[in-house]
């Protein structure tokens, strides 16, 4: 299974970003996908999830202003990213889980710098 995580770039404070992360076979074979976020210095930490039923959860420094999605006939997630701060600058990771396989996949990341 791969991962292709995209979307990544330059953003001023305030700015909008929208990731997308590409699997390689459908996305309702997994159970959960998630989006996890590691700034230069710190450990990778969870961003937001989504499981196959579409609940979905989020860090509490991201809520209100990140939005995690599915696109099922695409078998792309995607995470929107709005008013954007200097502290969201991070390589952005997606993750897929299946239970089932026992497996958690990883995408190679995708660097979001927010700065003016």
């Known amino acids: 299974v791969q991962l292709q995580a995209s979307g990544g770039g330059l953003v001023q404070p305030g700015g909008s970003l929208t990731l997308s992360c590409a699997a390689s076979?459908?996305?309702?074979?997994?159970?959960?996908l998630t989006w996890y976020r590691q700034a230069p210095g710190k450990q990778r930490e969870l961003v937001a999830c989504?499981?196959?039923?579409?609940?979905?959860n989020y860090a509490d420094s991201v809520k209100g202003r990140f939005t995690i999605s599915s696109d099922n006939a695409n078998n792309q997630v995607y995470l929107q990213m709005i008013r954007l701060r200097p502290e969201d600058t991070a390589v952005y990771y997606c993750?897929?889980?299946?239970?089932?396989?026992?497996?958690?996949?990883w995408g190679q990341g995708t660097v979001v710098t927010v700065s003016s």
């Open positions: 993750n897929a889980i299946s239970t089932k396989e026992l497996q958690t996949y």
């Open positions: 076979r459908s996305i309702s074979s997994f159970n959960m």
């Open positions: 989504i499981t196959t039923g579409g609940s979905t």
